[in-house]
């Protein structure tokens, strides 16, 4: 029976257990944790890695972050790396090698034998954002002849592989035939031929689908695996649930980016070089549309000249239209990354947003009139204030709504510069109505 | 063998296939799937419907949305919903009853046998976002006596469980005491004894973990299954990677809905009524800083007569500072969710924001100043709006970055609310900083 280790004992283990000890616990122990440890105790990382077998030490070199991979690998000699590498899937190889230059990976091609080589150049080739750059191609195949029993012992021959939960059945071109489940196996009595529990109906992707497409194919089936084909239904690797997760937090970190006008790719902890340079050119394009709003502005300068109060309200006219429109991009940008707004129900939603720019429209216009026509006791002030804000409101949830879903269809992230484009609608036009209706009734509010 | 079925045939398959072709396939389509059809063909869909056994009908309801599952299952009879209620899992079976009315409740609970009846009961009294209410109650309890063949022979005989990924070992007092992966059973030889395998450190969650933090557990480990236990490591319920991915996506939804100001259960197709009322308390919220912005404006309308180009360019100062805050608000939300922003490495955030606040106000306000300096031909006009624009861009990125830090700290959701902080102090600030600095040298620039 294994050893039970608790985390506070964990490091005493790592450092002082003997030999025996360690080899009976060092499986029950995630690599997560041990490599938490080695953050945490940096003075005795180097003396616990030397005591860790290579499979544990290609565990806890997956665990890292893409960017420390190779720092890692690289406290070892040249033919313990050799080792970890052998240990280690295709696709974490391709990550740490994405992370690399061209002399450091081919450093790393060289430690790897000639079919690990050819796996991770051939990963390395597809899109990082595709199926097949997310996919790794260790997983299992077997042939469709033999019985549950059979089955088994085969596996407790090939213990290896990590992705164990469905058995993929091939022919001899490599095509993909069928899906046995871990559990169908498990669950079925040992002289059944495997055939009578192979699903013909896998749910494939293709190696060139965006990983995003993936994602939702995995939220909608549940599954913990699919394997990745080319057109031919050829098997070329699979994709795993963890995997998954990671794609989903990418894509919500990019779409929640986007919104906030930064780079996808900037991270809290990036230096002040890397924030500066994912921030600067967004300000600059905000910075147009600001400028194009001053004129508007500017145009109206005799009016405002006669009428002060304008310059007070109209802050509040564009910076409220700016508001309802963030919120309706706002739900409109996550409707189409969840795929709930669709053909079928896009028109009924664009209504809904005009009923919506309605309402907030009469309720803020209403509100808006009374105050401005209460600081200027001029009731034509309040009516002109009142009037600007009710259509900023309804262009706000217009633009909120049209911009993204234009975008979309113009295969752009409708994320990206969505939020932009509609408070440039929002201050453009609310300045332009509020100062121009100002205008048209310019001597019955000064 | 089992048959192949594409897309295209499947409708046929379901309305009209024999009752022998029916049972050799409907195991290899994926209930969603089916789900799909039905909600595509309406008019056949009751016909598809009673042909189904109640298994895969039991897969359909826990396939469909929560607030559709009630009305799909009472287009059966009585009985047929108590055998349909049978074969759906616990946690389903709670999801549906929380979009219910309590004598619809009553009505479920009914149908349902006293042990399933005692499960939902205990399910449905835990917190909806906590690890209780999202854990299901069926999953394997083994017994550690047992070889892995005893084992896969007690599995083979109990094929209803789906959560077979891992078995937990209990003691007679159904406390955990360990874990087995299925994986771990079929790459060990038929004589191994299950202790040998079992692994005795294992990862657990409390009844009471809030989901998020449960989330990140997952993403850590990349389990498919967790163990959720109370304080006596009494083993309680499962927690899936599916669930787990559906929290993930709700957590995301949430911090995205709340940066652009709407409520975090609006969803795309709300109704105008639910999406009015998830928006205008935002947007009453957001006016109320406006008034407060415009207050400030006003107190410098006798500036503003003198110089009405001040009415011009002050939108840009504010402006451009809402969006450098909003952008550090972002990256800072953003970590703050992904656990990035920690206590060892938040000072060292901080002084990079004030460095990216410092760099961009640089170069916006150099540029900001030449136009203000050419628009009115007044070096000083153009100094004066030049250095409202530095101040505010750095006081943009010191509250982008207190703000959410602090309402963390005093757990409110860092994404509610802070945009709206944000933009108030660098409205509020941008425009005294401005005016203000406009009134000290205003002999100068009118």
Do not use: C
């Not at 938490?36 to 180097?46: G, I, T, V």
């Amino acid at each position: 029976m294994k050893r039970t280790i608790t985390e506070e004992n964990l490091l005493d283990l790592l450092l002082h257990g003997t030999a025996q000890d360690l080899q009976d616990t060092i499986d029950t122990i995630h690599p997560a944790d041990i490599l938490d440890l080695l953050h945490k105790h940096k003075e005795h990382a180097q003396s616990i890695l030397n005591r860790l077998p290579d499979d544990i030490l290609a565990d806890i070199v997956e665990e890292e972050d893409d960017e420390d991979k190779y720092e890692l690998l690289k406290r070892f000699s040249d033919s313990k790396q050799r080792h970890i590498l052998d240990e280690m899937s295709s696709d974490e190889i391709t990550d740490l090698m994405g992370e690399l230059e061209e002399d450091e990976q081919a450093d790393i091609l060289k430690k790897m034998d000639s079919e690990d080589q050819e796996d991770v150049r051939k990963l390395m080739s597809f899109d990082a954002e595709s199926a097949g750059g997310i996919m790794t191609t260790e997983f299992i195949r077997i042939f469709a002849k033999n019985t549950v029993k059979d089955t088994l012992q085969f596996l407790q021959k090939n213990t290896d592989e990590e992705t164990t939960y469905y058995l993929y059945v091939v022919d001899r071109e490599d095509v993909l035939k069928g899906v046995v489940s871990l559990r169908d196996i498990v669950t079925s009595s040992f002289d059944t031929p495997i055939m009578d529990i192979v699903n013909p109906n896998v749910k494939t992707v293709l190696y060139s689908d965006d990983q995003e497409e993936v994602a939702h194919r995995f939220e909608k089936y549940g599954f913990i695996l699919m394997p990745v084909v080319d057109e031919q239904q050829h098997m070329l690797g699979v994709i795993e649930f963890d995997d998954i997760i990671d794609v989903i937090q990418e894509e919500n970190t990019e779409d929640i980016h986007h919104l906030g006008g930064v780079n996808k790719e900037e991270r809290v902890d990036s230096s002040v070089r890397e924030s500066f340079s994912s921030r600067i050119p967004w300000l600059i394009v905000n910075l147009f549309t600001a400028v194009l709003a001053a004129a508007v502005v500017n145009m109206f300068e005799a009016t405002i000249a006669q009428a002060v109060a304008l310059a007070t309200v109209m802050p509040i006219v564009t910076g409220m239209g700016g508001n309802a429109g963030t919120q309706t991009l706002t739900i409109v940008v996550r409707g189409l990354s969840l795929g709930e707004l669709t053909k079928e129900n896009a028109v009924e939603i664009l209504l809904k947003e005009i009923g919506v720019g309605i309402l907030s429209g009469i309720v803020i216009g209403i509100v808006v009139a009374f105050g401005a026509m209460l600081m200027e006791s001029n009731p034509i002030f309040g009516l002109v204030t009142g009037a600007a804000m009710f259509l900023n409101m309804i262009l706000a949830n217009l633009a909120g709504y049209f911009i993204p879903v234009i975008l979309e269809k113009l295969h752009v992230d409708p994320a990206l510069a969505s939020g932009v484009f509609v408070t440039t609608v929002t201050d453009v036009m609310g300045f332009f109505m509020f100062l121009g209706l100002a205008t048209l009734v310019l001597p019955y509010i000064i």
